[in-house]
């Protein structure tokens, strides 16, 4: 299977595991929100919560429950959680404080062509993929283009990283974006037409993540980590018919089990 036009065959996957457990970044498909070193948190398909895991005990908690109905992308920025949510069929943000208790809902039904994607950047503002080719930042009381886009087909992945957005259009490019919406750097997509992008994430140490499948029935999964400096596809994993993920210290990705990291369930 032909993941990527170009593969960088000079590194090499160290061989060893120290230091603290490996860090979950997909889950089942989804992109994991890592909130330090302390917790992680995922929403889970056909769930109307957020799954919340303290990676010090291992406590697994649900969240948020009856104010979500359709829950995928997680954030948490500043002193909220921020989650992505269909409600009565239209697109919103839901903001939580860190206790879960409900505090806003953001409507994106006017604005937004990917209703679970968003970026929160550390000044607050909320970046979505808007319908018209670009990517448009909401304040509490404004919206102001953060950047013009290339369009593709497909919808794009948006994620919060290094201070700024990482946007992913498929069949295009790969941008990392400062939080003025400058180009920090672009990647021209660097994968076959027939691999589709599932999610992105972003780990405790500031790695940038993204997942990608290919083929239906039975499709393998594989996942990659970016340079933070120049965006090239630095380490991936094998492909496999799993769609988890976790990353060691050093950054070699490894398919996981989701029962490992959910208690058993």
């Known amino acids: 299977m032909r993941w990527a036009h170009t593969i960088l065959l000079g590194v090499t996957a160290a061989a060893c595991n120290v230091g603290p457990p490996e860090d979950l970044i997909f889950l089942d498909g989804r992109g994991v929100a890592a909130v330090g070193d ?12 957020v799954v919340v895991v303290d990676r010090r005990s291992g406590a697994v908690y649900w969240r948020a429950v009856n104010a979500l109905e359709s829950p995928h992308h997680v954030q948490q920025s500043g002193d909220a959680w921020y989650v992505s949510n269909v409600r009565n069929g239209e697109a919103e943000i839901v903001v939580f404080d860190l206790d879960w208790q409900l505090t806003d809902r953001i409507s994106l039904a006017e604005v937004s062509a990917t209703p679970h994607q ?5 000044d607050g503002r909320v970046v979505v993929e808007a319908a018209d080719g670009r990517l448009a930042a909401l304040g509490p009381d404004s919206l102001t283009t953060f950047a013009l886009t ?6 794009g992945l948006v994620v919060a990283a290094l201070g700024g957005v990482l946007h992913a259009v498929p069949d295009r490019t790969v941008t990392l974006y400062n939080g003025l919406g400058r180009v920090r750097w672009r990647l021209e997509w660097p994968w076959q037409p027939t691999a589709y992008p599932t999610d992105l994430a972003v780990d405790p140490r500031g790695r940038i993540h993204l997942m990608a499948g290919e083929g239906v029935g039975q499709p393998s999964f594989v996942a990659f980590t970016f340079s933070a400096v120049t965006g ?7 492909p496999g018919g799993i769609a988890t993920f976790s990353v060691n210290r050093v950054g070699d990705i490894d398919a996981d089990d989701p029962a490992r990291w959910l208690g058993g369930r």
């Not at 968003?118 to 550390?122: E, M």
């Open 38 to 49: 302390s917790l992680v948190a995922v929403t889970r398909q056909d769930s109307n919560g």
């Open 118 to 122: 968003f970026a929160v950047l550390p």
């Open 150 to 155: 290339e369009q593709s087909s497909r919808t």
């Open 232 to 238: 090239e596809v630095i380490r991936w994993s094998m």
